[in-house]
Structure formats: structure tokens, C-alpha cells
């Protein structure tokens, strides 16, 4: 392994290198690659580190698999590596804090990851990030109020309608379906930007006609409405916008909730998009490495704290393309691979 001089740094907030020296003197990140692209990866971590996981609302299944997923990686690394859930708004803001180093860790959906690496939809220039690995797929969840008049996406013009907490892949999806449906997010409907606890209630309460989310099957937030409301909340069924959607790129695909996710009267037909568990590009690739060694072999750990992590395989992991794998990752899958 070729060494590498890290010294300790203090960072308010768990954001990098855990102080082990005290503070003053050079200060070096060690959760970056100093070492050069072609250097061996031991995949091992020999100093204190933290590092942030940028996960979603408290409700959602990024939050809850991300808090999993940091109690494992504390674990597996004997403390050396001390992780860390953060609750955020999701998608689109985790990747920009990536890019600025608020987080170590993004969970993303994958359109918006791709949207990130080619500098388009919400970001004005590429962002230099890599995946981990592809995880689990989200459900879209289109959910309204069963008197509110709503039959379809279309219908929704005019209505009070929550498109998700401001730059989530949640809110991406929604304005991407409402203009499938023929519809402009900014006028036609009286948009709700808010995160998925405010919304339930606000469904509850009778304030807001109907929402999106985006999330793993089961999501706890929408679960606690269909037990609450039974009968007077439904879902829309998505098919029909599928065409439109998958004409923006493969990240949409065709996908069911069953029944008996929130023991609803019958499946529902939905579009499903995959999620990836992102990095910087620059991330040390021995850390890399650990991280995504940690994601394969506590898969089953993760499932335990929310079924949806059963979906992390590793005859998918590696289908990230275009966003690139890690070479951390690389080596770790490889491993894996092997080993099987």
C-alpha cells in the first residue's frame, strides 16, 4: 500500500477527519485520494475518520436505511471510521452538498445522479461524483385525496398538490410527470413544496388534494397515512405516462406497488427509478473501498431496519453507467465477485 501522510484536522459538525492530533498545523482531509489514481487499494482504513451520510426526510427509507447503513460501517471498521445519518431533503440538495464537502455519503435517485455527472436538468455543470454502488429501487407514489375529484395526473390542475421538499429527486419526478401529463408545475397547479411528514398531515387535515413521492417500498410516512385514512386516500395508477417518461432516459421503468405494501384494494401500476449511493470522485479509494465492502456484506442487516434494502444485489450494483463506479468500488466488487 503506498503511504499517505494524514493529519488530523478539527471540523465542526462530523463533517471529515476526526481530530487525533489536536487542532493547528497542516490540515489534510483524509477522506480524499492523495495518493494518485494508480495506487493500490488495500481496502483498509488506518485513521480516525467521520464522515456524513447524506440520507432524506425522517419518514423515508433513505433516512432509516442511511441510519443502518452508518451504525454497520461504524461497526465493521471497529470505530475507526465513525458514520454519521444526516436528514436532508434528498436527492438534488445531497448531491450538491457532496460537491461542496458537507456530506462524505449521497443517497440519490438515479436520474438525478445522471442529470448531476452530464450538467443538466438542476445542475449548471457536471459534478464530479461516483457511485458506490446501485442499490435498491424507489417507487413513485402518486397519492391523492379519494373526494378531491383526481383520477389522473392531468386532473390535478388546479389543485393543492405537495411535489416534495425542495431539491429531492421526489420534486424532479413530480414536474417531469405533471408535464407528461400536459400540465406546467409553476401554473397549473398550486404547488406544495414540502417535505413528506408536512404533507401526510396536510392530507390528513384536508389542506393538500394530493402528492408524490418518491421512496422504498415500504415507506413508513405513507404507510402511517393508509393505516390512518384508509378508505379516503388512493393511489393513481402511472402507466399511462410511462411512454412520455422513458423518452427523458432509461432511468424510468415500469414497476408495481403490491397490495399488500399498504394493504390497498389491488396492485398499482407505477414507474419505479433506481437509486445509487454516491461519493465525490476524489473519495480515498481505501475508504471507498471499506464502504462498499461494508454495503455488500451487511446487506441483510440493512433489510432488517427496512425490507427495500433487499433490493441491493450484486447482479445489479454495478449498474451505474453513466455515472462511473468508484475504483474503490471496483476493487471491492471485485472481491465480492470472487468470493461468491
Known amino acids: 500500500m503506498t503511504s499517505k501522510s494524514w493529519i488530523g484536522t478539527c471540523v465542526a459538525g462530523a463533517l471529515v477527519l476526526t481530530a487525533v492530533a489536536g487542532c493547528g498545523g497542516r490540515q489534510t482531509d483524509n477522506t480524499t485520494d492523495n495518493a494518485g489514481a494508480n495506487s493500490e487499494i488495500a481496502c483498509t482504513v488506518t485513521s480516525d475518520t467521520r464522515i456524513a451520510i447524506a440520507t432524506g426526510n425522517t419518514t423515508g427509507v433513505y433516512y432509516v436505511v442511511g441510519n443502518a447503513l452508518a451504525t454497520q460501517i461504524t461497526q465493521a471498521t471497529g470505530d475507526k471510521v465513525k458514520a454519521s445519518a444526516a436528514e436532508t431533503g434528498a436527492s438534488v440538495g445531497n448531491i450538491k452538498g457532496l460537491d461542496k464537502g458537507d456530506y462524505q455519503v449521497a443517497f440519490s435517485l438515479f436520474d438525478s445522479a445522471t442529470d448531476a455527472v452530464q450538467g443538466k436538468g438542476s445542475f449548471d455543470k457536471p459534478v464530479k461524483i461516483a457511485a458506490l454502488g446501485r442499490i435498491y429501487d424507489n417507487a413513485t407514489h402518486v397519492v391523492v385525496r379519494a373526494g378531491s375529484g383526481i383520477n389522473s395526473v392531468a386532473d390535478m390542475k388546479g389543485k393543492r398538490i405537495s411535489t416534495g421538499s425542495p431539491n429531492s429527486g421526489t420534486e424532479v419526478i413530480a414536474q417531469r410527470l405533471l408535464k407528461a401529463a400536459g400540465l406546467d408545475p409553476d401554473k397549473d397547479i398550486q404547488p406544495q413544496r414540502l417535505d413528506l411528514a408536512k404533507t401526510t398531515e396536510g392530507v390528513k387535515a384536508g389542506t393538500i388534494d394530493g402528492f408524490f413521492w418518491s421512496g422504498g417500498l415500504p415507506t413508513a410516512g405513507v404507510t402511517d397515512l393508509f393505516t390512518t385514512n384508509g378508505d379516503k386516500v388512493k ?48 473519495m480515498n479509494a481505501d475508504l471507498a473501498c471499506v464502504l462498499t465492502k461494508t454495503l455488500v456484506e451487511k446487506r441483510e442487516e440493512l433489510a432488517k431496519a427496512n425490507p427495500a434494502a433487499k433490493g441491493i444485489t450484486l447482479e445489479t450494483i454495478r449498474r451505474t453507467d453513466p455515472v462511473p463506479l468508484h475504483r474503490g468500488a471496483v476493487a471491492a466488487l471485485d472481491k465480492a465477485g470472487a468470493a461468491k
Not at 414497476?255 to 433506481?274: F, Q, R
Open 235 to 282: 393511489f393513481l395508477d402511472l402507466s399511462g405516462l410511462l411512454p412520455e417518461m422513458q423518452k427523458l432516459g432509461p432511468a424510468y421503468q415500469e414497476g408495481t406497488i403490491p397490495a399488500a405494501t399498504y394493504k390497498t384494494p389491488g396492485d398499482v401500476k407505477t414507474i419505479v427509478v433506481p437509486n445509487v449511493l454516491l461519493v465525490r470522485e476524489d
